[in-house]
């Protein structure tokens, strides 16, 4: 049974949004209202990851009476999960009936005024991560083999997501989101190449699921949670439990952002 029919087993709700919950912004999941739950773990195809911190369960429900399904928690690169496995949750997204979904992920900015804390709103993304989830056989009932990237992050959810910060009186940085595999952090030699390369956020997760969004017609809308500035910008030692830390203090404006956000789409 595909992860699909597991869901639709349970549950006949149609989510409008999906909201991918990135490291340490799992909080959000529990407003989710009346919600229907599935571990990864039982979810056919479901790429299972292993990192500390990194809850991991789909729920199906609503937030701001918009119905919803929220990724609590996403597999990584660095864990050794190939690319093509990450197309899993996002293509059942799609299935469900979602139109757009919404990315979040902790990373390291490059921009010395967007500090820890901070949000930011991707504008476009580099891949430098040396590999793509659509590498492969293609399903052309999927999506067509070469899929164009021009207008990846919707300027229309951007925009909302603009309103929505307005409203709830939260900061909102633009920026380009550079991604690599990890699961080592940047040298200072490459942020610095990165910074010439136009990159204004640097992490390790968001594009291969932007990449099959964009490939199976789901609007994409993307933030993220600055955790640290970008290796050589400062003192600090970097850490995933220093990321996690500094995850909490975005994440509640998160919590804030994301029903606000669902309100500007209603
Ligand atoms: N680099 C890569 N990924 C990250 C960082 C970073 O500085 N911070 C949080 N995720």
Known sequence: MSAL??????????????IVLGSGLGAVADAVEDAVSFAYAELEGFPQGSVAGHARALHLGHLAGVPVAVFQGRAHLYEGVAAAELTVPIRTLR??????VLLTNAAGSLVAEVTPGKLMALTDHINLMGTNPLMGPNDQAVGPRFVAMGATYDPDLRARLHAAADAEGITLADGVYLAVTGPAFETPAEIRAFRVLGADAVGMS????????????LRVAAVSCITNLAEGMSDEVLSHEGTL?????????????????????A
Do not use: M, N, Y
């Open 95 to 100: 299935a469900l009936g979602a139109e757009a």
């Open 5 to 18: 029919e597991q869901i639709r087993e349970r549950t006949d709700l149609v989510p409008r949004v999906g």
């Open 206 to 217: 968001t594009v291969p699921e932007a990449i099959v969004a964009a490939h199976c017609g």
């Open 245 to 265: 830390a500094a995850a909490a203090v975005g994440a509640q404006d998160l919590a804030r952002l994301i029903p606000r956000f669902l309100q500007e789409l």
